[in-house]
């Protein structure tokens, strides 16, 4: 079974390397990190604090970008260049197909989320600041938040068309980082069903912030590993749900 | 028929309503059994059901109602499609792929391991002629070199069963008669074979069975020789060098008469009609010229089905 769910990810790696829209992304990533001095010179004494900080941001956007661009585009290419007839009909499960598309995708983000780490990092080093164990953490943990936005990519690639997929998993990340404003309604929306569906949805969707420790990275403020291992096992069982609803969706769809 | 290799019963496939279009029934109720070591051709026009019914066999669509399997096994099983090697339509694969790669990707599919799909690289590179374009893209490849290489993903595992869709569609005389000798040879080798075609030339040439798929339905299914009814064949005798007395007489005879620069042309009933023509031609001093059984072509039959 690792054997075919590695061989389906293997080449998803090898397609997703090729996918242009990946280096577009990577290019605007690299601008903003290089070009986060520009910001760094209207702060007084905050340049490092603000380089930090947007780079870290950048590679949040940017990584969950890519997991978007390329991740809705996953099954749905499969079937639409109907490379999938060939696949599906070998002895494997469709669950396999589907992890392994997943893997392929995490590997090609785990790959861009290191090298934007580096070179982000070795901006702040070269500009005379530091870079601590909380810096390394938040690039963690913002890599957890992207094996999970990948997930949403891959259950909605295998419903829906890219461009409305990526429209609902964009929506799921920027209501994701303020899954307050969800249940803090002025109170007008009491006993609503509006109030209702909002607390639906707010129970629904992961709570991205709690994936969030840039801010604390930037002030070199450091993260109890008890947050770590609760925010990466909080992160990592969305994953798995929304993984596993994405392999139940493809079971019996018609390819 | 012994324990068939392939067995659809009661198939259907109703496409579910989508907008813009209304609900289509693409299979009603078809049942088709294909005994081992057979070449069955699945007919029938364009939107009859013959790729719905093999995309089933393949388990890349559900049906409605009914079932089948491959080799005993459900075809929603792995068991089953382990059974299978599939060729679809205009085959597409990874582009960025050499042939070489594609062979050891699909072999890992197959649970091959490392050394078995190098062998299988070596065995099917032969078979299919790849080994020249081994290490080239698939990106800019021919209708040719794709098919090829679609038969060689079809073969890797050394499947006892063979789907194929259209696997002539498209290829030029050269191609199509590989085909052909490839699909006689793999029957050789004890593979069973289902294959749905336009072709019917090929089809009439290689295949054991074939059944004609009408709107979803099974109109009919049979030995070609039976289908086409060959036992009561009419025969086409031309003759030359006979007195117009004779030759008038003669095309009383005949079903059917016409002269041309070659002879008089006499269509009998059947070849002891024929027969019997011929030698009182030879008594008048007459020559033959052709003694021709005319047959139904499949391709005949095929529109005669189709128009009833």
Redesign the interface.
């Known amino acids: 079974m690792t054997g075919k769910i590695l061989a389906v990810a293997q080449n998803t790696f090898r397609e997703s390397v090729r996918d242009k829209v990946l280096y577009v992304l990577l290019f605007f990533a690299a601008t903003a990190i290089l070009g986060s001095k520009a910001l760094g010179w209207i702060s007084i004494g905050q340049d490092i604090k603000i380089v930090k900080d947007i780079s870290l941001s950048a590679i949040s956007v940017f990584g969950v970008l890519i997991a978007i661009f390329v991740g809705t585009n996953l099954v749905y290419k499969e079937v639409d260049k109907r490379t999938i007839y060939t696949i599906l009909s070998r002895p494997l499960h469709r669950f396999e197909f589907i992890l392994g598309k997943y893997l392929g995708l995490a590997a090609l983000l785990g790959v861009v989320t290191i090298s934007m780490a580096v070179v982000a990092a070795a901006y702040v080093l070269t500009l005379g600041g530091t870079v601590d164990t909380t810096f390394a953490i938040a690039v963690a943990l913002t890599y957890v938040e992207l094996l999970l936005i990948t997930a949403f990519s891959v259950l909605l690639s295998t419903a829906a068309s890219p461009i409305l997929g990526a429209l609902v998993v964009f929506s799921i990340y920027v209501v994701g980082h303020a899954t307050n404003i969800l249940i803090d309604l002025p109170p007008h929306f009491d006993d609503t069903f509006a109030r209702r569906v909002m607390e639906l949805v707010y129970y629904i969707l992961p709570n991205l912030s709690n994936l969030n420790v840039r801010a604390e990275a930037a002030n070199e403020v450091a993260v109890a590993w008890a947050y770590v291992g609760w925010a990466t096992a909080y992160g990592l069982f969305y994953t798995a749900v929304v993984l596993a609803l994405a392999a139940l969706a493809f079971e019996d769809k018609d390819v | 028929m012994p324990t068939p290799v392939i067995d659809i019963d009661s198939l259907t496939k109703v496409?579910p309503r989508q907008i813009g279009q209304p609900a289509r029934r693409s299979l009603d109720d078809l049942r088709l059994r294909i005994g081992e070591n057979e070449i069955f051709g699945f007919l029938g026009q364009n939107g009859a059901g013959k790729t719905t019914t093999i995309?089933i066999l393949?388990?890349?669509?559900?049906p409605t109602k009914g079932a089948a399997s491959v080799c005993g096994h459900d075809v929603r099983t792995?068991?089953a499609?382990?059974c299978?090697g599939?060729l679809?339509e205009?085959?597409?694969?990874?582009e960025?792929?050499t042939p070489r790669e594609t062979i050891d990707?699909?072999g890992?599919?197959?649970?091959l391991d490392k050394a078995t799909r190098a062998r299988e690289w070596d065995a099917l590179s032969e078979r299919l002629d790849l080994r020249g374009i081994g290490a080239q893209r698939i990106r800019g490849f021919s209708k040719g070199m794709r098919q090829r290489l679609?038969f060689a993903?079809a073969l890797v595992g050394d499947p006892p069963v063979l789907i194929l869709d259209e696997p002539m569609s498209g290829l030029d005389p050269l191609g199509r008669r590989m085909i052909r000798e490839l699909i006689l040879s793999l029957r050789a080798a004890g593979k069973t074979i289902f294959f749905s075609s336009h072709v019917l030339g090929d089809v009439e040439q290689i295949c054991d069975r074939v059944g004609i798929l009408v709107e979803g339905r099974l109109r009919t299914q049979g030995r070609i020789d039976e289908l086409l009814n060959r036992r009561n064949e009419q025969v086409e005798l031309v003759v030359s060098g006979l007195s117009a007395e004779t030759a008038d007489a003669l095309a009383r005879d005949a079903l059917h008469a016409r002269r041309s620069e070659a002879g008089l042309h006499l269509t009998t009933a059947d070849a002891a009609a024929a027969n019997a023509m011929a030698r009182a031609a030879l008594s008048e001093g007459g020559q033959i010229v052709e003694f021709t059984p005319i047959r139904e072509s499949l391709e005949a039959y095929f529109v005669k089905e189709q128009a009833s």
Do not use: D, E, H
């Open positions: 496409y995309k393949c388990s890349l669509l559900r792995r068991a499609r382990s299978i599939y679809p205009n085959p597409y694969f990874y960025y792929l990707f699909y890992r599919l197959q649970g679609g993903v």
